[in-house]
């Protein structure tokens, strides 16, 4: 993805991704969205009534650099519930700046997105959560302690994160996972910028600090949606055991393998999950 927009130039690449939404999906937008992760890709087949529209048409949308990524938002509905899908994030670790998504989150807001819903891959720190399981994201720690917001004016700037992660959608996780006989655990996000992986005295580290999964991503994100007053919930696909915790060395493609092996059930889950929120009073008009 390329170098993230900034200030005046950012404002006017929103109004028009915002204009292009509406054109191309309505006026009305849809009450939930979802940021897909790795391991996550195949919840787009949970749509149904599919439109697309490539982030080339929206410029506040991350630019990809590489040809033949996936670059697009997809909007259809998953049962009931209709809903906004992107498929492909910026990750700090592209270009160092973590104002990536900012562009993104906030046309979503301005289109009239309610909830957010982040998906990740993530190493695991508790031999409870072994890869392939599934983590709902109670709260997170920003290691890096970089703030998307940085620069910005206005008091909103200040933003409360204290419940960051939505309690009523977090409820709305282990009904769901209840319902269908999953297991869904629940913990704490640690943000490491990477793209390395950590060190295992590192994820010793995070582990003492509180943290049970970690990943490249989601936390700034989280914090983008929280500013623009939209309702977060967060979702860690277990591709592995962090570094130290288990003897296989840490490469990307294990982390792929796993994301395959575990994709198929992580993304039922999202689109059990994504219709569920149908029938939320709150996302009531
Ligand atoms: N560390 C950081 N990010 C990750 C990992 C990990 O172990 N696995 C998947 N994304």
Known sequence: MSTPLQGAELAAAITTSVERLKSAFGEHAPDV?????????????????VQNLAYAELPAFPQPKVEG?????AVGRVGQQRVA???????????????????AIRSLKAWGVKVLVLT???GSLRSHQPPGSLMLISDHINAPQRSPLTGMSGSDRFCDL??????ELRQQGFKV????????????YVWAVGPHFETP????MFAAWGADAVGMSTVPETILARHAGLRVAGLALITNMAAGMSDEALTHALTLQQAKLSGERAAAFLGQYLASLATLESLKD
């Open 85 to 103: 899908m992107l498929r492909g994030r910026a990750h700090t670790y592209e270009s160092g700046d973590c104002t990536g998504m900012a562009g």
């Open 162 to 167: 204290s419940v960051a992660y939505d309690k």
């Open 120 to 122: 990740n891959a993530s």
């Open 177 to 188: 996972a209840q319902q269908h006989n999953m297991v869904l655990t629940e913990g704490v």
């Open 33 to 49: 969205a979802v940021v897909l992760g790795s391991g996550w890709a195949g919840a787009v087949d949970q749509l149904h009534e």
């Open 69 to 73: 990524h996936v670059a697009e938002i």
């Open 201 to 204: 005295a590192e994820i010793r």
